[in-house]
């Protein structure tokens, strides 16, 4: 690739951010001494003052991303949509914005890869370079899926190893007098995990108005953990059937724990079995050449002598 077309692309690279920073910095809030007199008599500024307090890049470049976004999520089709809207939940992406951002960068790697694969120094013969280009492009579209699923995954993982210790904390709390939502409370404020960001919005939720028992729905529909499914469909029945819900975190406790036991010996009854290709391909060849190769060595001369 000729030397002033890499310089051009470096160009290009260096100018975007600086470009984004010097439209989207914001504007300098220090006040004149009228200014401070005036804030303190407690005079309301207007509400055209007040948005061209903000800089240029919450009072332009945000909203137009947001309509770009919502632009692609318009013609982007409606499953692919709702896959992504739910991965980015099961993340922890509930904001609205996050979909809007998401599909952006779909496109901008999409087309990124798209240009690689037909303007790139290394992507084969000129009739191959379509093929590249599409294949570069599809791979770039699905990246971010890919990466946001594995999120959600490992996100469910870290949920369904917090929950017995969470529900301990709320067992104790419990039986310490405290009522159930309160003891929620004190383990969402207890954890950083996102098994405390998860039960501070379903408390949230209740604040505004949403019944405890359909906001326990929707907390198992927003992280599709099994365990967490079952507590939740506990606490459902028990306060339909009035059972007192120390009795239930009693036993989900108990029996998550159990399960947590299981699936660590599972894990550890499945080591010897992924141990057998590392040894069989690895380890053994290189324990034959060590071993016999200089029995083998010795075996071959002394035919060729005896020849």
Known sequence: MPIHVVLAALAVAVSIPVLW???????????SVAGKQRAALGQM???????????????IAIPALRSFGSTL???????????????????????????ERALIGKFGIAGV??????FGPAVG?????????LVLA???????????????????ARIERELPDTLDQMRMSVDAGLGFEAAMQRAAQAGNGPLAQELRRLLHEIQLGVSRAEAMRNLADHTKVQDLDSFVLAIVQSSSYGIP?????????????????????????????????????????????VLLGPAAIRIFRDLGSAL
Do not use: H
Not at 21 to 31: D, K, L, P, Q
């Open 21 to 31: 920073y010097s439209v989207a910095s914001a504007r300098g809030t220090g006040m």
């Open 45 to 59: 500024r207007s509400a055209r003052d007040l948005v061209l307090t903000k800089g240029a890049g919450e009072r």
């Open 73 to 99: 999520r318009k013609v982007t089709p409606l499953g692919w949509v709702d896959a992504l809207r739910r991965n980015l939940s099961f993340a922890g992406r509930y904001e609205p914005a996050a979909l």
């Open 113 to 118: 890869m798209l240009a690689v694969g037909f």
């Open 125 to 133: 013969s000129p009739a191959a370079r379509p093929v590249w280009a």
């Open 138 to 156: 599809v791979f770039g579209f699905f990246i971010i899926d890919l990466l946001v699923y594995s999120k959600g995954k490992e996100r469910q």
């Open 245 to 289: 819900v120390a009795n239930v975190l009693r036993v989900q406790s108990d029996e998550l724990r159990d399960k947590r036991r299981q699936r660590a010996e599972e894990q550890a009854l499945r080591i010897p079995v992924l141990l057998i290709f590392p040894l069989a391909f690895c380890i053994f060849p290189a324990m034959f050449v």
